[in-house]
């Protein structure tokens, strides 16, 4: 047993909590830090202080913590409480609910010092999910009406903290030293992480969506990805899931790891494609940018009948009049003999034979029905055409002028209005007041085969009227470039 208790019996364990001006560590500070201090049993101390963020608390925020300006006036500032924060945490494991929060914003201030923070993290959220996986929620609120703990000064640090250490006894109490140990040492078992990276790394990382980079030596990008929770695509890196000898010598040139959190997953999409294109990383196979596109137009000859067109220079404003976007002149040929297979089209008529007099081979074969010679009525044949690539039809802008597309992440609090126009991801602002001042005219866009492909689904597809969508046509619209 006292194996199996180790962490119980020798651990001291940190239970922290912090409040802040909002939810970005990057450009958020801290107002409070409340800590209590358990080993071997017991309550063995606490340390709490306010502190001065440096910049002003939001009415939101004060009326959400209690905290106001006045209160964190006169109150120290990080650096001046860093020295002793640090040796308060030395040697213990760092105990929060959703742990990458508090852990993150601790990190970043010490960051912030020019100074590396690193600690054993437990989570409590995850803590409770190991324990009790029959519920759906876990958050603060719902742990304390669920098992009947004393009422706190919730989201107040120290009352945060007193609800979180009382959530841990009382699943000592109900499940027992020996699942509480065997669930603690799980959820501290941090996977391997390449020798060049802070073996912390995991903890750093959002849980939410976003695009991550890679990079190896000489900060050469090595890759881009997006994941609905980063941390854990990230970690699938690492664990094996990705054990190619593609995947390994990534991992042996990995010295450093840079993320962007985005509100929802349609935008971590449309960065990770931009990324890619833009940015050349070496391991990218996929979604690199076309040098130029190829696509189909269906025009009338002299004698009326449809013929096909390989077209490079497409016009944006008429893209539903083409058929199929292809990367190269070879994928739009082959595109079109199977269509003249399937259907029984005429090779001459769909370029696929120079022109010359009487019948494509394909007649002489038996597999077309005649209009290359005037075998098939023109009207019969045109029809069958349309049919033929009705399916390859790209479709129109369904809007006046550029949209954007907002996404929430109820988690974080982040939102991400998405500016689109003709299929194309024109950028991406974070307040609704930004859209009125954004100034597109002049600018130039380049159309892309993977976001057209990718925002007819989402915003035309089955989830598509789901999505809020703001209309803005009285922006100048921006400059298209076909690639």
């Known amino acids: 047993m006292a194996k199996q208790t180790e962490h119980l019996k020798k651990t001291t364990f940190a239970f922290l909590d912090i409040e802040t001006t909002g939810g970005s560590s990057a450009r958020d500070r801290i107002t409070e830090i409340g800590i ?33 300006n006045e209160m964190v006036a006169d109150a120290p500032r990080f650096e001046d409480i860093a020295d002793e924060l640090e040796s308060q945490l030395e040697g213990t494991v760092f105990v929060a609910h959703n742990a990458r929060f508090d852990y993150g914003f601790i990190k970043q201030e010490f960051r912030r010092l020019g100074r590396l923070f690193t600690a054993r993290v437990l989570c409590t959220v995850k803590l409770s999910r190991r324990l009790y996986p029959e519920f759906r929620r876990h958050n603060m609120d719902s742990l304390i009406e669920r098992h009947g703990l004393g009422q706190v000064q919730r989201h107040r640090a120290m009352g945060d903290v007193e609800a979180m250490l009382s959530f841990f006894l009382h699943a ?12 603690i040492g799980d959820l501290l078992q941090t996977p391997s992480v390449p020798s060049h ?39 699938s890196h690492f664990s094996g899931d990705h054990n190619s000898s593609r995947g390994v010598r990534m991992s042996e040139s990995l010295r450093r790891v840079e993320w962007t959190e985005t509100a929802g997953e349609l935008g971590a999409l449309l960065l990770e494609l ?17 040098k130029r596109l190829v696509t189909i137009e269906l025009v009338e000859n002299e004698q009326g009948f449809l013929q096909a067109h390989l077209v490079r220079e497409l016009e944006p404003h008429r893209l539903g009049e083409y058929f199929g976007l292809f ?46 010679e005037g075998g ?12 033929a690539f009705h399916g390859l039809r790209l479709k129109t802008w369904p809007w006046e002028g550029p949209v954007s597309v907002v996404e929430h992440n109820q988690f974080t609090g982040q939102t991400d209005f998405l500016v689109i126009y003709n ?46 969508i703001i209309e803005l046509p009285a922006l100048k619209r921006p400059d298209v470039v076909m690639p």
């Open 376 to 387: 098939e009525d023109r009207t019969r044949y045109n029809l069958r055409m349309q049919i």
């Open 172 to 183: 000592r109490v109900e499940k027992g030293d020996e699942v509480l140990e065997r669930a």
């Open 36 to 68: 209590r201090f358990w080993r071997q049993g017991e309550q063995v101390g606490e340390w709490q202080t306010l502190l001065n963020p440096d910049v002003r608390i939001s009415a939101f925020i004060e009326h959400f913590t209690g905290i106001t």
């Open 423 to 468: 299929w194309i991801h024109v950028t991406t602002v974070h307040e609704e007041q930004d859209l009125q001042d954004l100034a597109l005219g002049g600018a130039s866009v380049t159309f892309d085969l993977d976001s057209y492909k990718l925002l007819v689904k989402a915003l035309l597809g089955r989830d598509g009227h789901d999505r809020r």
């Open 274 to 290: 931009k990324q890619i294109k833009s940015l050349n990383p070496l391991y990218n196979r996929r979604s690199r940018a076309a």
């Open 327 to 372: 990367r190269s002149k070879r994928d739009a040929e082959k595109a079109l003999s199977g269509i003249a297979a399937k259907n029984e089209l005429c090779n001459k008529l769909l370029g696929l034979e120079p022109d010359h007099d009487g019948p494509c081979f394909q007649r002489t074969l038996g597999r077309c029905k005649g209009a290359c």
């Open 197 to 235: 990276l802070p073996p912390d790394i995991l903890h750093e990382l959002p849980t939410g969506p976003g695009v991550y980079r890679f990079y190896g030596e000489n900060d050469a990008l090595l890759y881009v990805g997006k994941s609905t929770h980063i941390a854990q695509r990230v970690a």
